[in-house]
Each structure stands twice: as C-alpha cells, then as structure tokens.
C-alpha cells in the first residue's frame, strides 16, 4: 500500500468512526438521541439546572418553538420524565455542550398528556428536539449565581435608567416611571376595572410581549403587583414607561421559558379606559 492509498485509507475509516460516533442511539429506557457535537464528558445529573436552546419540530419539519429565534434560552431542572423515551430522560445521556437531536414518539408524549396531536404532527410519528446544552450547574452553584444576581440587581437597574431614561422619576416601591403624554381626572383605585395597551422588554430590548386592549382590575392580584402600583399612578389617556425590579414582577422564580429570574422589565403602557369601581 502506497502513502496515496494510506492516506485516503486513513480519512476513510476516521469517516467511519465519525458516522458512527454521531449516530442515532436508542437505549434499553427508550432514549433515543443523535449527537451532532460532542462538548464535556461529565453526564447531566437530577437536579442540576440546565440552560439550553432548542428547536422543537415534527417529522414534517413544522416548527412548534425555536429559542435561537426567540432569542432566549431556557432554563430548567433536570428532572426525570413521565414516561418512557421522554425529552427529560433523554437528556440525562448528553453533558455540558453538547448538541444533539432527541426524538420523542408523539403517540407517547400526548397520549400522556391526555390531548390530540396538534396539526402537522402525523400519527406514529416523532418529534424532534434539536438541543444545545449551553450550561449545566448544580444546584448549589444556580443558587449562587442567582444570589450574586440578586444582590446586582439594584445597580444594573440604576445603570439602566441612567443611561435609557435619564428624567425617569423613581418611586418609594423602587419603580421607575416616565410620562410620554399625561392624562386626565382621577388616578386608577384599587378594584377599578382599566382598558391598556402595553409592550413588554427586556433591558436589551427585546420584546417578551405585548397586547392591545387588555381589560383587568387594579390591585386584586390579576397581573404582576408592579403592575398594580404603577396603575395607580396613572390616569385616563396617560401613556408612561415603567422600569420594574424583578421582586415587582417575577422575582426570583421568573415566568416558565419566557422570563429568567430577577428580571427587571420595562413595560411601555397606555391607559384607555377606567371602570370605576
């Protein structure tokens, strides 16, 4: 055998060892899985919190979430599924960053939850987990990291407002609020019913959402208490810019995939209408 032939020898058995390195795994548990890129070697744990993008899709490629486009990962506990094959179980097999695809039978998943398959999922099929695992920490180091951001918060708030609305007045509560245009007649009380339109933001700018109208009372614990406070602030045809701390909003547990904990927020509100109580 010539070094020509050795050579190409050699890259053909590393493409081997490679396919099958990143192949399609399935375990005895039912965990099936492809690796695309291998990061450490230390496998995730139960109770470990987790930081990941993901993509989730059907075998016809309909696309149910994808982080990467939200532009927020999720954050959330390992922990193990309820039934055979799950995501959860899957991900026990993968380590801190790795990327990988997990197939989850839909037959399994919704029969579980008791609800039909939603359109563009075939029956019998799989869904579709593209995964980044972009951080594992245990449960010690997450309640550091969430200390350490706690205690920071006071000064990236401050920092905020300085720089974005400098002529932002700040409330006893802590909240911050700037008046874009005034209103009229009395403030919101406690059980009026009010009509707004707001948009909600992250610091960097980023929109986790937003709605037009939106009809609640005030001060019985329908919406988040900075929401509350501020509210009573306002009057009819008023439009303001709130900067709430996160123990205003969603404090240290944050909302679901959407909101991490201790986020501040900055809600940009207008008031339509009040319902007198």
Partial sequence: MNLKT????????????????FKVTETEEGDKFQIHEKGGDEKIQEGD??????????????????????????QVPAR???????????????????????????????????QPLPPGVPEHSELKFLVKV????????????????????????????????PQAVKMENGIYYLT?????????????????SYVGKFFDGKVFD???????PVGLGYVIKG???ALKTMKKGQ????????????????????IPPFSPLVFDIELFEIGRK
Avoid at 49 to 74: A, H, N, Y
Avoid at 210 to 216: A, D, G, R, T
Avoid at 242 to 258: K, N, Q, V
């Fill in 6 to 21: 050795s050579v190409l020898f050699a890259a053909l058995v590393g493409s081997i060892l490679a396919c099958n390195q």
């Fill in 49 to 74: 919190m987790l930081t990941l993008d993901m993509k989730i899709s059907s075998e016809l490629d309909t696309v149910f979430r994808d982080t990467w486009s939200e532009g927020q990962p999720v």
């Fill in 80 to 114: 193990m599924g309820q039934f055979k094959g799950s995501f959860e179980n899957a991900l026990f097999q993968l380590s801190e960053g790795d990327s990988a695809t997990v197939y989850v039978k839909v037959d399994s998943l919704f029969g579980k939850m008791g």
């Fill in 134 to 165: 972009k951080s594992v920490q245990s449960v010690e180091e997450f309640k550091k990291s969430l200390e350490e951001k706690k205690e920071g918060e006071a000064k990236v708030v401050a920092d905020y407002v300085k720089e974005k609305y």
């Fill in 180 to 196: 874009e245009k005034e209103g009229t007649g009395a403030a919101v009380a406690t059980g009026d019913t009010v009509t707004v």
């Fill in 210 to 216: 937003q709605n037009n109208p939106f009809e609640f």
């Fill in 227 to 229: 929401w509350d406070e």
């Fill in 239 to 258: 439009k303001s810019t709130f900067i709430i701390p996160s123990d205003l909003a969603y404090g240290e547990r944050g909302a679901g995939a959407t």
